[in-house]
Nanobody, 124 residues
Framework: QLQVEESGGGSVEDGGSLKLSCAATIYVDCMVWFRQAPGKERQGVAALYLRGDHVIYADSVMGRFTIVRGDAENTVHLQMDNLNRDDIAVYYC????????????????????WGKGTQVTVSS
């Protein structure tokens, strides 16, 4: 059964960096980071289609966040640089077998398997 687990997160100062990691327990080809700030809807941040390394980023993180595959199978990392207070949220990883690159999206409803989330806080 597919399970997803995040690690990393924490608190940094404005402009700082953090690295999140996500691991799936079985084979997947699509791994995506989402985030949810208090009172807001869950938002797609970055997606990686592992069978071709195709990536998608939300406009709000383009140029600041980088999603890459990990050395271990079925793992990805999210490097977050130049963090600001708009990035404060619980970050969730989701994964699936999508088979097609176009099915690896930033849409929360497209995913059934989620991690429990990890908090990211930015202080000014």
């Amino acid at each position: 059964q597919l399970q997803v687990e995040e690690s990393g997160g924490g608190s940094v100062e404005d402009g700082g960096s953090l690295k999140l990691s996500c691991a799936a327990t079985i084979y997947v080809d699509c791994m995506v980071w989402f985030r949810q700030a208090p009172g807001k809807e869950r938002q797609g941040v970055a997606a990686l289609y592992l069978r071709g390394d195709h990536v998608i980023y939300a406009d709000s993180v383009m140029g600041r966040f980088t999603i890459v595959r990990g050395d271990a199978e079925n793992t990805v990392h999210l490097q977050m640089d130049n963090l600001n207070r708009d990035d404060i949220a619980v970050y969730y990883c989701a994964a699936k077998v999508s088979l097609l690159e176009r099915r690896c999206t930033l849409t929360p409803d497209d995913f059934r398997h989620w991690g429990k989330g990890t908090q990211v806080t930015v202080s000014s």
